[in-house]
């Protein structure tokens, strides 16, 4: 097919002030609305006329794909007239001007442009106001306050989602410009677009009932991405996509050499990348980390202006993006060294047998950075050790060793950070930077050093490890950990609801001092519930309830006590749900409800 789009250059989604758009606020007023998709006929009012009622019902993520498993989901089953859930995205508001790309809109977080519809789908709906076609557009942009989603080395990672573009045509949907796409995690740590990737999963304009897939990556101007074109699928014809619901996917495979992006339609692949296309390291600088998914409706700009422009007078106001579903399914693939960013031991509690001195302290190895080191006192046996949170099936081990290093050591699990067993052992340690292979399982993970190698203690700059959730946790596998949190209050910005599932009993959550007050945590899709764990800050329930709740709006008890005791409790429980929470009724002090971790294991 000819590659329209590789005639025009396009500003990218964003170039520049990407942070401009990214605070979270507070949804205005609700409204009850009714999702509406507009006809694609000529004849359309401007306002709206010969609108119709959507009545396609909404649908479940599928069963992932052969070997996949689900990572997450959202179905957007909120009660109609309400937006989002603003623990699992964030809108990104203000003036399209302000994304780089020549949008006219202004983003918003009212429910006129932004919300569900009762019926299990999200809706994005562009609005017109005055007598200017290129002037008075509101809409809406919302991406996922999580940046996570992405493939480990040796693994495929596949983005889905089930959209209805904007019911509009050629004749009246001049200068809209639906999207489902990706910014690379690293965009928000300072890393500049297009460097930090972009994969665009879907977008189409002005109403060409159409999809393009785009890889943007490199540095723009030009580069090998040929930027701000990026590499692309071109335009590609999606029969349909107007009037009913279609899938979009990606999938970044980095499990064969060379490692691709594949995207499809409605199951089907319709263009493939590969990583040859561009050199190594403008490759790993755009794929290799995770990314956040974005959603927008934006009208205007420097794409629909490469295929005629617009909007204009016969644009209609009022076509909408409508969402069923979104899911991100992961698969596995070798045994690799854990990645930066992708590294279970990263950011979990860490404590060792001695410290050398305050700046050289145990977190240092695993706080990701390579800058920082552990070392301790100059004495044989010393230990380092790890607090995964749960129990994990570990496959890979890795040791980046500072000078002072160990000649022999063993790498030792427990599940209750008491009992040990060795599951690698040497004499013979050579330092640098060691890769092990093991099979084990534990929540705890250590280094236990029994002769040093040098007159110094042992030292690390890192240790890393590589599993998968389970092995041994005798009520499933821990779901609830980083997983969106919210609470009915919080004392304070420093006791917030994501304080009780990050896995760091260093950090809490704490309540208002009034009662009833809850705790709720999004698993992301339904699972089947086995046990809940509490561990109380002196702050407890003396009568609270766990229940599950498949919307985040209906309740069912799997639990009640009137006699709660506080402490570090573990609760056997049967049921199911999506969403878990803590609902207490009363305080066992004149303080709030207090937790260091909730923490919900099933399968």
Aim: include cysteine; glycine fraction near 14%.
């Amino acid at each position: 097919m000819h590659n329209l789009e590789s005639q025009h250059r396009r500003p990218p989604r964003r170039i520049k002030g990407w942070a401009a758009g990214v605070t979270a606020a507070a949804t205005l007023g609700l409204v009850a609305i009714t999702a509406v998709a507009y006809a694609g006929t000529s004849s359309d009012a401007k306002a709206g006329a010969g609108t119709q009622v959507a009545q396609l019902a909404a649908a479940a993520a599928p069963v992932p794909p052969a070997g996949f498993t689900l990572t997450w989901s959202d179905e957007f089953n909120g009660a109609a007239g309400t937006g989002v859930n603003t623990g699992t995205w964030k809108y990104d508001t203000g003036p399209g001007s302000s994304f780089g790309t020549g949008e006219i809109e202004t983003m918003t977080n009212s429910t006129a442009n932004v919300f569900q519809d009762g019926n299990g789908h999200l809706v994005l709906r562009a609005l017109h106001s005055g007598t200017d076609p290129r002037a008075g557009w509101t809409s809406g942009r919302i991406e996922t306050q999580a940046a996570t989603f992405g493939a480990d080395a040796g693994d495929v990672v596949r983005m889905e989602s089930s959209i209805q573009q904007p019911n509009v045509t050629t004749a009246n949907g001049a200068g809209y410009w639906p999207a489902f796409w990706m910014l690379g995690s690293t965009l928000r740590t300072g890393t500049p677009w297009p460097t930090s990737g972009e994969v665009d999963i879907l977008e189409d304009i002005n109403g060409r009932s159409s999809v393009f897939g785009t890889l943007h990556c490199g540095t723009n101007p030009g580069g090998p991405c040929n930027e701000s074109t990026g590499l692309g699928s071109g335009e590609r014809a999606c029969a349909g996509c107007q009037t009913g619901y279609h899938t979009y996917a990606v999938e970044i495979d980095r499990s064969k050499s060379p490692e691709e992006i594949r995207w499809y339609l409605d199951g089907a692949n319709y263009f493939t990348l590969p990583a040859t296309r561009v050199d190594a390291t403008t490759w790993n600088n755009a794929v290799h980390h995770p990314f956040f998914i974005i959603y927008d409706l934006a009208m205007g700009g420097g794409f629909p202006d490469a295929f005629g422009g617009g909007p204009n007078a016969s644009t209609i106001s009022g076509g909408q993006m409508n969402i069923d579903w979104v899911a991100v399914y992961n698969k596995k693939g070798g045994t690799t060294t854990p990645p930066p960013g992708n590294n279970i031991a990263q950011g979990k509690p860490t404590t060792a047998s001695s410290s050398e001195n305050a700046t050289l302290g145990a977190g240092n190895a695993t706080d990701g950075n390579t800058g920082t080191r552990w070392s301790s006192a100059f004495s044989d046996p010393q230990w380092l050790q790890v607090d995964l949170g749960q129990s994990y099936n570990i496959t890979n081990v890795n040791l980046n060793w500072e000078a002072a290093y160990a000649k022999a050591f063993q790498i030792q699990t427990s599940n209750d950070g008491t009992n040990w067993t060795s599951i690698y052992s040497t004499t013979t340690g050579t330092g640098g930077n060691q890769t092990l292979n093991v099979t084990g399982s534990g929540r705890y993970v250590r280094m236990y050093g029994t002769q040093r190698a040098t007159a110094y203690g042992y030292s690390l700059y890192e240790f890393g490890l590589a599993g998968t959730p389970g092995g041994g946790t005798g009520g499933g596998n821990l779901l609830s950990q980083g997983h969106p949190t919210t609470a009915s209050s919080s004392e304070n910005a420093g006791t917030a609801a994501g304080n009780a599932t990050d896995g760091n009993t260093g950090t809490r959550w704490s309540s208002g001092f009034s009662d009833p007050q809850w705790l709720q945590v999004d698993l992301g899709a339904t699972h089947s519930i086995s046990k809940v764990n509490l561990n109380w800050e002196a702050a407890y329930a003396k009568a609270f309830q766990i229940q599950t709740s498949n919307d985040g709006t209906n309740w069912t008890n799997i639990y009640s006590t009137t006699t709660g005791t506080g402490g570090n409790q573990t609760l056997n429980v049967t049921g199911s749900g999506r969403y878990v929470r803590m609902y207490g009724t009363q305080r066992a002090t004149q303080y709030g409800y207090s937790l260091w971790e909730f923490q919900v294991y099933g399968s």
